[in-house]
């Protein structure tokens, strides 16, 4: 017989585990937008770089100043350091750490330690005219941190359970974070599909793959000839690429699977929805997709997902005490 | 080679100072005791840029890891980090001996203290403690009466705080006996030192502490109920008032050290007397709760009931015998510091012995006589609340302002039960690493002993350390800080 004993996982730390993840991830995300949108308002002018930022804020989920003017170091600040606004960088490095910090002897460690240090090093930063002109730095600092923290968490942390809920609050983030960024986009620009992109919309749609770490990948797919109708099928379809909408659905469904194995629990509902939406993508074509509306499409992804979440919550996390001891 | 006593002042002890208080580590300036030449030549021979560095990577190293505790009533960064000092604090083996013998002594007598207290009442009857004292005490818990709990065990976890006087004795300060915290230190202070001085440590042939965890945890176990879930082994559970309590660091490392879960009141429920917790794949028999949530907070149903820290119905689960608490409820009137005056009586009443470790001279207050010396001689003596901790509720007179000392004379003439007085302790000093040199402050010793199927006393402990200059206070509440205790193998 096994010495191994039962282990068991309290729906408190699996619900922290979840939105520890979810936070850096949404953290990490902005920063990857940020630095693109640095690089992006060099080669560009003023008004141009405005536009985008609306959007930024849209798919960011802040709000736009009242007066509706925005500027670079106003939209840099709302995103970054400003911590009243929820889905800022420092608020979101801050949420993911104190979850972490509530469940930390469920953790190694050494992805304490990690995350612990990310928090640091992004709290005592402030903002000011020399930090503006060099936040690429900070921006880089905290990919890189998130990235660190991901590559220690898979090194030193059992893939047992609590690691499957820090790879579903991962892939969940991701996927609402990507449909609604692509949803966005398509709401906004109106460039003839399959045709490749003039010259002034380019620098968008490169911002737009970068904003999702897939110029390089979709390069080497299509060559660098930026067709929105291909843009599209690689950001939303693309089975391989870990910033896909699908491939991180597939994620979702993956370790919504093996949370369902781990806990012997009829959790079929979780499962079923995820495994609804994976195939929804995985049996959609690009061309209907898009004649039907890009934002719609991702608005019922959204939608999905979202209710995956819900169940999620009402599955493991909080439960009525009748049915669990029923069981 | 013995040192000559000029060497004494060579640096890092440039500026050591002596006074009246016994020092740790020289028997007279410059002459180092024998258990410390070791550690003196050490210091004399490192450069002390090389231990400030390392003092800098330590510090760090607290910070990464979070190693920090929460200050009450501070608004900006709640969170601190608990200062190391990275001079060992060393204790020879036959001094070490005694004080596991006198500890081991007092737990024994405490606990047929509660027992008696909560059952027959045997020795307020005999007028041994007064009955008043015992039923006036804050921390007395009249469900407790006739309640009967495993093993007869009302403290399993006990820290003890013991200081060295003048003539080179150790004195029993306080017994801590509710919720004692500051052991994490002790191993994270440990883990440390083995890194900064390797060879120095194993030269020194110290006793080793890191079993803690698993003493506790068996110690934890050995409590389970009589009703407990049956065929497997007991389910242990840590429970927290959460991520806010000052506490927090310690409660996380102890958990994970044992390998148990950390639970939230919320994490936790009762059903027909049973306590269950909330998991993944639903709910899950609990039978032993090491709880580090104070009586008042335990069960909103019994106690206080603006709690939300505790689970309804645990009282009830624990008086049916279906979960064990460690500590039981109510064992607080035993280190009540009222109370903690009739301590040596009350060990020549249950076990027929002299106390092996002796107390400090206390002032009670509700006595008149001795009342009215202590108001006059406020200036001299330390004022402790009885029911109080952590340093919080204090006066000590030769560091007070004339308006405090006024403060104090009021709420002793309004509630002298709620204080005692003692004589201001001119605690040991040891040499700590403060500014690039070794500098001398006074420090005390918690060592932690654990009573499940025997009592358990892991060499060594948290010597506290007053870091400010000149200060008696240790608390980390209060500005101290804490080092590594070296017990010295036989």
Redesign the interface.
Known sequence: MSQRREITMLSRVADCLYWMSRYLERAEHTARLMDVDLQLRLDQSPEASAGRWLRLLEASQASAPEDGKIDATTLTYILTLDKTNPSSIIACVAAARENLRQVREQCSSEMWEQLNRLYLQVNSTTSGEAWLLNSYVFFRAVQEGAHLFQGVTDSTMAHGEGWQYIQLGRFVERTDALARLIGTHFTWLHNSLDQAVESEEYLEWVGLLKSCAAFEAYCKTYTAELRPLRVAEFLLLNPRFPHSVRFSVDMVHAALTAIGELTERKAEQPVRLAGRLRATLSFSQIDEIMAAGANAYVNNVRWQCAQAHNSIHQIYFDYPVESALLS | MPESPRSMFRPPFRSYQFDGAYDEMFAAPGEPRPHYRALFQTLLELPPEQLRKTQQAADLSF????ITFTVYGNEEGTERVFPNDLLPRIIPHHEWSKIEGGLTQRIAALNLFLEDVYHRGRILADGVVPRELVYSCRHFRREMRGLTVPRGIYVSVCGTDLVRLPDGNFAVLEDNLRVPSGVSYMLANRKVLKRVFPTLFRDYGVCPVDHYAQALLATLRALSPPNASGW??PTVVLLTP??FNSA?FEH??L??QMGI????G??L?V?DNVVY????????RVDVIYRRVDDDFLDPLTFRRDSSLGVPGLFNAYRAGNVALANAIGTGIADDKAVYAYVPAIIRYYLGEDPILANVDTYLLHDRSQREYVLEHLQELVVKAVGESGGYGMLIGPHSTAEQREEFRRRIQEEPRNYIAQPTLNLSRAPCFLEGEAQARHVDLRPYILYGENVTLVPGGLTRVALRRGSLVVNSSQGGGSKDTWVLRA
């Open positions: 910070l990464h890891q979070g497997h082994e959460g991520v927090y996380t490392f958990a994970q879960e950390l639970v939230e919320r994490d429920l059903h917790m909330r998991t993944t794949a639903g709910l899950r």
